[in-house]
């Protein structure tokens, strides 16, 4: 009989057959650091195709997201060819972050639900820099988010993320963790993501979309 020693190593989590769990890439947006000097160079970082039955389930790996300002990092969806991107959402939130000296800079704050009809869903840092280049080159946002189920025309869309990053406080740097989860009111099928700092653009970063194997 096989034990430990034997069957350790056993594991394929690139398995993309019927209940693997494994990771397809669908598609990757890149937005390369400078390609326009130091000037947000993108409103915004969309996909437009992929998302439909193929997957129940679809991730989407946030890495290296740099406003040109510090903003906090949105997704918006929308449904069918609609390209207005304003289905509503309720969220909730949770952030913990701590100062460059290893002191509390804020304890487990968190938030909501919050469900005031807005097509944004918060997803990110608040502050990555406090407006000078050097500390929003050395900011950059990182992580992950779920989407579930986003072909449904019977059930609302539940998403799920967490993300890293780090900032300026006046002139203290910090670290900070930001979880995030709620659902977009819309029982017809997504089939547009958008992620976007409201009010600034993207100086840099990378999104891939990956399906969950079912």
Known sequence: MADYKDVKYNVDYGDTTGGGGGLTLISTSHIANGASGHSGVASSMDFTSGLDSTYDVYKFVINGMIPDGGQSLHVQVDTGTNTNYNQ?????????????????????????????????????????????????????????????????????????????????????PYLEMHENAGYFQQTAAITRIRFLYTSTNIRAGRISMYGVAK
């Open 88 to 172: 509503t959402v309720t969220t909730m939130q949770r952030a913990v972050s701590h100062k460059g000296d290893g002191t509390a800079f804020a304890d487990d704050g968190h938030g909501g639900p919050q469900d005031n009809d807005a097509a944004n869903a918060i997803i990110g840092i608040g502050q990555l820099g406090d407006g000078t280049d050097d500390n929003q080159d050395r900011g950059g946002l990182s992580g992950y988010l779920y989407l579930f189920n986003p072909a449904s025309t019977v059930f609302e869309k539940h998403f799920i993320s967490k993300m890293t990053g780090s900032g300026m406080a006046g002139t203290n």
